[in-house]
């Protein structure tokens, strides 16, 4: 009986194997770390510099992948696009920008809220995947 089950269970991890490859390949595995290096009172908005590591842990080249810096707050749009770079598979690539943000996002972040990118890839399909990459903070020996 033990064996049956056993035999029973091997179509579905055949078809395991199969198929996890393409759905891996429609996966963005891309860490990201940032340093805020500059900040500027605007009144009721602040002009931040990001310093942002990103690393591409997966085996997709995402150098055309579209970047931008997510609003944290609730129905909060993108703060604006990020230049693009070149993220190779399992490579790392960094960049900084100056964005403007609300009084009220930089306060967020000052009391342990984290900024976030999006990004947004063109599968073999041509289907747009668009997933959010949460940023930790760069500890102070690595912004060096």
């Not at 997510?70 to 696009?81: I, Y």
């Not at 690539?93 to 009220?104: E, G, K, L, Y």
Request: charged residues 20%.
């Amino acid at each position: 009986m033990k064996l049956l089950r056993g035999v029973g269970a091997l179509p579905l991890l055949l078809c395991w194997f199969l198929v996890a490859p393409v759905h891996a390949q429609e996966r963005h595995d891309v860490a990201g770390f940032y340093g805020v290096k500059n900040v500027n009172d605007l009144g009721t908005q602040v002009r931040v510099t990001l310093q942002v590591r990103l690393t591409n842990t997966g085996e997709s080249d995402l150098s055309t992948a579209k970047l931008a810096l997510r609003s944290s707050l609730p129905a909060g749009k993108d703060h604006g696009a990020i230049t693009p770079l070149a993220l190779r598979p399992r490579a790392t690539a960094s960049f900084t920008q100056d964005f403007t943000i609300s009084r009220t996002e930089y306060e967020m972040w000052k009391k342990g809220a984290k900024p976030a990118l999006s990004i947004s890839t063109q599968t073999a399909s041509g289907k747009t995947l668009t997933r959010t990459i949460k940023l930790l903070p760069i500890r102070a020996q690595e912004a060096k």
